[in-house]
């Protein structure tokens, strides 16, 4: 089993609509949580982290669920600057130890 | 504030050859990971530095090796590149309890 799984992809939806991410880690002892974006050719960059509470920025919501090792994104009103690369990353501490990414989920945005 | 710098951004080796990567890491920070992402793939974890010592190593072969100096700035290297080397390289810096920051890569591919 992979450290951290994610939906296949590529999404394909309109602009406005919601779309899901979704994504499973593997190592109970993971600490910190993590969505990163990456544009083609880019380097990730982080788009929000993600706590028990769930949080939201805008349009953005991440939800952790530690007792199923699930975590989500959602993004509302999809906008066509939304099209990326998608990435679900965990970490066992929050400490300098190192990322585990998942693959990715691309994502386009349609006009 | 400078953020992290990686070069050369693309390179072309033949198979066999030797290459090094540089990264200045974003001021302040004291820890250097390097990661490998391959077409399609999620980053993986290559190895990170901690005030010049190794501290946390991935699933690779000891043909990839790495140095950081007193500045925090680092340096991978690859002996006997095989095509499957061909991948962007990242760089990231963080100090402890800080998130990381990624440069913008070295597109390297072995012919």
């Known amino acids: 089993r992979k450290e951290v799984e994610q939906d296949p992809g590529p999404f394909n939806v309109p602009e406005g609509a919601t779309v899901a991410f979704n994504c499973t880690y593997s190592n109970s002892a993971s600490q910190s949580f993590f969505w990163y974006r990456q544009d083609c050719r880019k380097e990730p960059k982080l788009l929000m982290s993600?706590?028990?509470s769930g949080n939201e920025d805008g349009r953005f919501t991440a939800q952790l669920n530690r007792a199923s090792q699930y975590i989500s994104l959602l993004i509302r009103d999809s906008k066509l600057s939304d099209s990326a690369t998608y990435l679900c990353v965990v970490n066992l501490s929050s400490g300098n130890t190192p990322l585990v990414f998942g693959k990715g989920t691309r994502l386009s945005v349609i006009a | 504030e400078t953020g992290v710098t990686q070069s050369p951004t693309h390179l072309i080796k033949t198979r066999g050859q030797q290459v090094t990567l540089r990264c200045s890491s974003q001021s302040g920070h004291n820890t250097v990971s390097w990661y490998q992402q391959a077409l399609g793939q999620g980053p993986q974890f290559i190895f990170q530095?901690?005030?010049?010592?190794?501290?946390g190593r991935g699933n690779f072969p000891p043909r990839f090796s790495g140095l950081q100096f007193p500045n925090y700035s680092s340096e991978l290297n690859v002996n006997a590149l095989e095509l499957d080397d061909s991948a962007l390289y990242l760089c990231?810096?963080?100090?402890?309890?800080?998130?990381?920051?990624f440069g913008s890569g070295t597109r390297l591919t072995v012919v």
């Open positions: 993600v706590y028990s």
């Open positions: 530095y901690y005030r010049e010592e190794e501290n």
């Open positions: 990231a810096s963080t100090q402890t309890g800080i998130g990381y920051t």
